[in-house]
């Protein structure tokens, strides 16, 4: 059964670079099937698709938060990260990731499963 | 980008009734291989969104038959047949025809 598991600082300041690690168990990364990626939530507000890898290293990454995002693959770890660099208070944000299962395209698949998130705060 | 519109923001609905949401596409989500990629999810409170419904009218391993997706072209709607007290939670709908990927507002359910 396929699992993802977040990890990383819960506080981050101002200015500085937030980082996120998620494990995923129960398949390979290298799956040929499935992209994975990253999914935002503010306190209070809906989701927001921040980023996506395929295990190859091809990314995509929406246009509203390119210039500060960079996400990436590890595959001898089986995990795929996320740096959000000169991080607001906007940032705060439960973030989740999340496995796209299609045909080796991001484009026309499903979201899941998705990791249980982590509440990322931008506090100083 | 796709803008997905839902409606009503909340819904407050009696057990056993029935419930509809109503999502709405800024442009068609039919891709020329015949699918339609508009999606269905669930998020209870507390807990990270599950898939309901994908490509506007498939129900995802184990959820149940009281869940119905319908729709095409640029408007669906998700009905719950008789809702139950594990139904309660928010409830968004999704594209990803098209990057960015991009989800409806969220429709909240609560039961009365």
């Known amino acids: 059964q396929l699992q993802l598991q977040e990890s990383g600082p819960g506080l981050v300041k101002p200015s500085e670079t937030l980082s996120l690690t998620c494990a995923v168990s129960?398949?390979?990364?290298?799956?040929?099937?499935?992209?994975w990626g990253w999914i935002r939530q503010p306190p209070g507000k809906g989701l927001e698709w921040i980023a996506s890898?395929?295990?190859?290293?091809?990314?995509y990454y929406s246009p509203s938060l390119k210039s500060r995002v960079t996400i990436s693959v590890d595959t001898s770890k089986n995990e795929f990260s996320l740096k959000v660099t000169s991080v607001t208070a906007a940032d705060t944000a439960v973030y989740y990731c999340v496995s796209h299962y299609g045909s080796g395209t991001l484009r026309r698949s499903w979201s899941d499963p998705w990791g249980q998130g982590t509440l990322v705060i931008v506090s100083s | 980008d796709i803008v997905m519109t839902q409606t009503p923001l909340a819904l407050s609905v009696t057990p056993g009734q029935p419930a509809s949401i109503s999502c709405k596409s800024s442009?068609?989500?039919?891709?020329?291989?015949?699918?339609?990629?508009l999606y269905w999810y669930l998020q209870k409170p507390g807990q990270s969104p599950q898939l309901l419904i994908y490509?506007?009218?498939n129900r995802f391993s184990g959820v149940p038959d009281r869940f119905t997706g319908r729709g095409s072209g640029t408007d669906f709607t998700l009905k719950i047949s008789r809702v139950e007290a594990e139904d309660v939670g928010v409830y968004y709908c999704?594209?990803?025809?098209?990057?960015?990927?991009?989800f409806g507002g969220g429709t909240k359910v609560e039961i009365k």
């Open positions: 442009q068609s989500l039919l891709h020329s291989d015949g699918k339609t990629y």
């Open positions: 490509e506007v009218s």
């Open positions: 129960g398949a390979s990364i290298t799956h040929t099937q499935y992209y």
């Open positions: 999704m594209q990803s025809l098209d990057l960015p990927l991009t």
């Open positions: 890898v395929f295990y190859s290293g091809s990314d």
